[in-house]
């Protein structure tokens, strides 16, 4: 907090930073907090810090920023990486250049190494906001590739699948091929959350940040119905939540079902592939898989061959008639299909 009371002491003290923690000399909360706000500026606007370090920009938007957003305990992971290899260089003299050459190599896919240049941007940025730094250097931030779309062609494959895996997660998965839930999301389901057959879901634990209210198939109900009576829905043989599953166990349940190229995350695939496919329509499937635009769920349309039928149903070739001469018979080629030949006989093209 900016202002703190020390034990013992009326009045309020101000911290700023690792570099300033003084009394305010007031016992007021308010004119101590508007003391905080002149320091600040002082210190960060009217005089400019030089030498200032990427390590240290990165700590205090931790503490402003970073440890508020969602998400923040993979953010703090790519910051930690990014500080060892940034962390004594001079916040003027990070780019986009610096950036790259600070990302791990292990960050191979694309969507992981634009969230670290996003990341460092933010950090600037936010340092910009503090008049650390004149100016934030541009950044070219390449879009995210979403074109992936892998599921599992039926429940005998999905049942190979599932039997490869520890037995603590079997439920699990098949609970995810029915409702869509991300792994997150599936790991932090709380039993008081289930009431009849709706689960209610609260925002701190989607993606999208509202209250997602799911309804549950009856073989959904079945399996959240047969879990041990835990505050968590899914546990542990010893109690516990869910931990993230081991790579290399992952590893193991692909080479032990034979079955490829396929992530976790593909279950939430199959699962929207297979609605799509069992005539689910594009707009019910983005409500029941917590989505925030329609872009991420037209992946799918192409898995529904009744998709655009509907559509191309309504579209006809209007009539068009030919006038007809008021002098002539009217003319049984009104396209001009046929035209006479220089004998006078009709020749058709």
Request: charged share 25%.
């Amino acid at each position: 907090m900016p202002v703190y009371r020390k034990k013992g002491s009326p009045y309020w003290y101000v911290r700023i930073g690792r570099g300033y923690d003084k009394s305010s000399g007031t016992a007021d909360r308010a004119e101590a907090l508007a003391l905080e706000g002149r320091i600040r500026h002082e210190l960060f606007h009217e005089k400019p810090r030089k030498g200032y370090t990427f390590g240290e920009a990165a700590a205090r938007w931790a503490e402003d920023v970073g440890s508020k957003r969602k998400g923040w305990g993979r953010d703090w992971y790519r910051v930690k990486r990014l500080v060892e290899n940034l962390g004594s260089v001079r916040v003027e003299e990070v780019d986009q250049s610096a950036t790259v050459a600070a990302i791990p190599d292990k960050a191979k896919a694309s969507a992981s190494r634009a969230h670290y240049l996003s990341l460092v941007r933010s950090i600037l940025r936010h340092a910009h906001s503090a008049g650390v730094i004149s100016s934030v250097p541009a950044f070219r931030i390449p879009a995210p590739k979403n074109a992936r779309l892998r599921y599992l062609t039926g429940w005998p494959e999905a049942n190979r699948l599932i039997d490869a895996m520890p037995e603590h997660w079997r439920d699990p998965a098949r609970f995810t091929l029915y409702t869509g839930v991300r792994l997150g999301t599936l790991r932090a389901l709380r039993r008081e959350w289930l009431s009849g057959d709706l689960l209610v879901i609260p925002g701190a634990h989607t993606k999208s940040g509202r209250m997602l209210p799911l309804p549950l198939a009856p073989e959904a109900l079945r399996i959240a119905h047969r879990q041990p009576q835990r505050p968590h829905l899914f546990t542990r043989p010893n109690g516990q939540g869910l931990p993230k599953m081991h790579w290399k166990t992952w590893q193991r349940v692909r080479a032990l079902s034979g079955i490829e190229d396929f992530r976790w995350h593909d279950l939430r695939h199959t699962w929207a592939s297979w609605a799509v496919m069992n005539g689910v329509t594009l707009y019910e499937l983005q409500q029941l898989g917590d989505w925030s635009t329609p872009a991420m769920v037209q992946r799918y349309a192409h898995l529904s061959p009744e998709y655009l039928r509907g559509a191309a149903s309504k579209l006809g070739v209007p009539h068009i008639s030919a006038p007809v001469p008021h002098h002539d018979k009217p003319s049984s080629d009104p396209c001009g299909l046929q035209r006479q030949t220089t004998d006078g006989a009709e020749e058709s093209t």
